[in-house]
């Protein structure tokens, strides 16, 4: 015990590391650019990136699409509407009384001034998170959750947490650099977490809001399933535990009048598959570039791709 104590509290080493490049594969050269790094992760890596995962309580994230998807998520709604309006001491009319959600809307259209800011915003989100629910029913709902390359419909989402402070700092700074060429541009972490799939769990297909996207597959040796797929290419990628997945959802920022945009890639539409069994524990960075000099394409700065 005190052995793995003292090992957890070391960090990872800046040493020599060098892709093989049998290691490396370029899956798609044209949008939306794939490519898929084997051993991005060393074995002492894992082990510590694995070792940091489970000595840190790890808060879940809130405003991710798949959140909406949060099993037990509609009672604790119920209970902080119930709770809010209670305390404004406000007799609520009995057409209302039988749903919290509709007290809590009648209560806060009448007396905003009796609640508390921070429980208005929470009810807000909550009413938010029903109505995202409502989209997903919906015809052009049930059409997206069709293009899932599942045989068996969405059951539950993945599990996902936001990246321990101390954990993201070792990957950006070392294992960035592994695949994103730092000299033809700046890289902007928006976005960092882990997401945990157990069996049943998958994600519902989408567009990551970024120019880059890169996996981490820091668990998935017992994993049955869980490919990661774009459906709209015909492509699944299989969890290999310390692979590397490198994908891009934009099209080159165009700069015009001093501002930059970004067009979203439609092809890069995605999901993690269903896991059938096991586990399978990735890490997810979504990053934006910099540029610092024009490129004719995003493979110009994969800096581990070959010559």
Not at 45 to 62: D, K, V, Y
Not at 115 to 128: L, P, S, T, V
Request: net charge negative.
């Amino acid at each position: 015990a005190i052995f793995f104590s003292f090992f957890f509290n070391l960090t990872f080493c800046n040493v020599a590391f060098s892709l093989v490049t049998s290691d490396v594969r370029l899956v798609r050269h044209e949008p939306p650019i794939i490519v898929t790094v084997d051993n991005l992760l060393s074995e002492g890596e894992l082990l510590l990136a694995n070792g940091l995962l489970g000595n840190e309580a790890i808060a879940e994230t809130s405003d991710y699409q798949e959140d909406v998807f949060s099993t037990g998520a509609e009672a604790g709604e119920d209970d902080h509407f119930n709770s809010v309006v209670a305390k404004t001491g406000l007799s609520v009319p009995v057409e209302y009384e039988d749903s919290p959600v509709k007290s809590f809307v009648w209560a806060v259209t009448k007396s905003p001034e009796l609640m508390e800011e921070q429980d208005i915003i929470k009810g807000a989100n909550a009413i938010q998170r029903r109505q995202a629910v409502e989209r997903w029913k919906t015809k052009e709902g049930q059409l997206l959750m069709q293009l899932s390359a599942d045989e068996e419909s969405f059951k539950k989402a993945g599990q996902r947490l936001v990246m321990p402070p101390k954990l993201r700092l070792d990957l950006e700074t070392l294992v960035l650099p592994r695949v994103l060429d730092s000299l033809q541009a700046n890289w902007d972490v928006c976005d960092a977490t882990i997401v945990r799939y157990s069996r049943g769990e998958s994600q519902v297909p989408h567009i990551d809001p970024c120019d880059a996207t890169l996996l981490l597959y820091l668990n998935s040796d017992d994993c049955i399933g869980g490919d990661t797929c774009f459906p709209l290419v015909d492509c699944k990628l299989p969890p290999q535990v310390g692979r590397g997945v490198l994908f891009f959802s934009s099209e080159l920022p165009q700069h015009l009048n001093g501002e930059t945009s970004r067009e979203r890639e439609s092809l890069s539409l995605h999901h993690g598959g269903q896991v059938q069994g096991g586990e399978k524990i990735v890490a997810q960075f979504m990053l934006n570039a910099q540029l610092k000099k024009p490129v004719e394409t995003w493979l110009d700065i994969v800096s581990c791709l070959p010559n």
